[in-house]
């Protein structure tokens, strides 16, 4: 028996969806590989569809950029794109080389395309062209954006203006970011602006207007601080030495209930350690629940400088037992300052022996500098000249000042001399080591010496140099 006919209503379905082209707008955003594209593209360009669909074809873009590793097959599309490019390709293509190897090509497309009347910027592009602009420290480059900007209005919005403050932050200019900042209504400035801003002084070294800048936010402005302004605000705690605003932003983070995430706690372990509260920054570090070797090196350090050399070594010996973190030369830094702090000089022997051994971390200058310490304060002093003279790189002036600290607490005057040579012929106008060496001198009861040592200061007519007075006074 025969199928039957189809109705007229079928049959006129059955047609339509024949001969009805697909949503190549979904079909691009669907794609899930490169040969996806491929075949979309073959499709658009057999059907003409790329000659007259400029919004497919900007899906297709985007889809091409977020497949592939590199930007260069999406730059290719772009320039055999029939229709003139819109304003979204323009920004696809400028986020992707802002954010990829040579970001300078986003500034320079950024260019072409002011060069087509039709096609005028919005806060996306420069939102995209000052992230290129800061990854580069470019300041000229952000200066002429700026520029950009005035002209076209955009200096309201609060992402082209954060653009602004971070290009300016990471070329340098502090300042310049502070005038963008302070000519932002107060309405726009979010949490993003003000971050970007307290970084950027922390980042720039004036860590107190960063802590100046933060209150202001906080008690004036009211803006809930985000984490990465807190870990930045803590980081300047810690070299300012503001242990109460540290313990303010502790307070917070409890009230908030927030649980300390790796950035966040070791900026507050590190910021209790260097300011001396080496009891607070091991409780914050008890309490995470994840670590990396940074926290574990903030809190060995925090335990070595502040005197508390054996619960630093305690620590380290914790950080032994763990399976995926393993001590770098930081860690080894601050055990081996502990072990000279703690007058362990077999150990610290041994640890130093033991890093490229075990750990493969090779001694660098300033494990040279502990171990000729720890030698030093063992008395061990012509070790420790054996071993400066045995380094790999030529020593400085600092590791020799601390073989002559030794010899002075030693009253080792022979190996004293000797390093005195070596730091005046690294620098032959330092006053400093002659008032030591003739101190040395003096308390041995060698007047012709002290002598001899003072006529030298007055017609070589020597300075002292800033910082010498630790070695003078055996620090």
Known sequence: MPPPKPTTTTANHLRKTLTQQPNVSRLADKCTTHHHLTQLLAHMITTSRINTDNYAASR??????????????AIK?????????????????????????????GLTLYKGMRRLEARQPGKHTFTFVLKGCARMRWL???????????KWGFGWDKYVGNGLVRGYVEAGVVGEARMVFDEMAERVRGSMVWTSMVCGYVKGGEEKEGLVLFERM???????????????????????????LGDRIYGFLRGKGVELGVILGTALVDMYAKNGAVAKARIVFESMRERNIATW????????????????????????????????????VGVLSACGHEGYLELGHDIFY?????????????????????????????????LIRGMPWEADIVIWGTLLSACKSSRNIEVAKRAVEEILRLDPSNHAVHVVLSNMYAEAGSWEHVSSRRETMKTGNLKKVPGWSLVENGG
Do not use: W
């Open 297 to 332: 090196n903030a809190m060995i350090h925090g335990f070595a400088v502040h005197g508390h050399g054996e619960e630093a070594l305690v620590v380290f010996y914790e950080l032994k037992k763990d399976e995926v973190i393993k001590p770098n030369h930081i860690t080894f």
């Open 140 to 150: 000229m480059g952000c200066r002429e954006v700026h520029c950009e900007v005035v």
């Open 354 to 386: 033991l890093m490229k051994e075990v750990y493969n971390v090779e001694p660098r200058i300033e494990h040279y500098g502990c171990m000729v310490d720890i030698l030093g304060r063992g008395g061990k002093l012509e070790e420790a000249e054996e």
């Open 77 to 105: 599309l772009f320039n055999h794109i029939p229709l003139q490019p819109n304003s979204f390709m323009y920004n696809t293509i400028i986020r992707a080389l802002a954010e990829g190897p040579e970001p300078e090509k």
């Open 60 to 73: 297709l873009l985007l889809s091409t950029i977020s497949l592939s590793n590199t930007v260069s097959y």
């Open 218 to 244: 906080v008690r004036e402005d009211g803006v809930e601080p985000s984490g990465a302004m807190l870990a930045s605000v803590l980081s300047a705690c810690a070299k300012e030495g503001c242990l109460g």
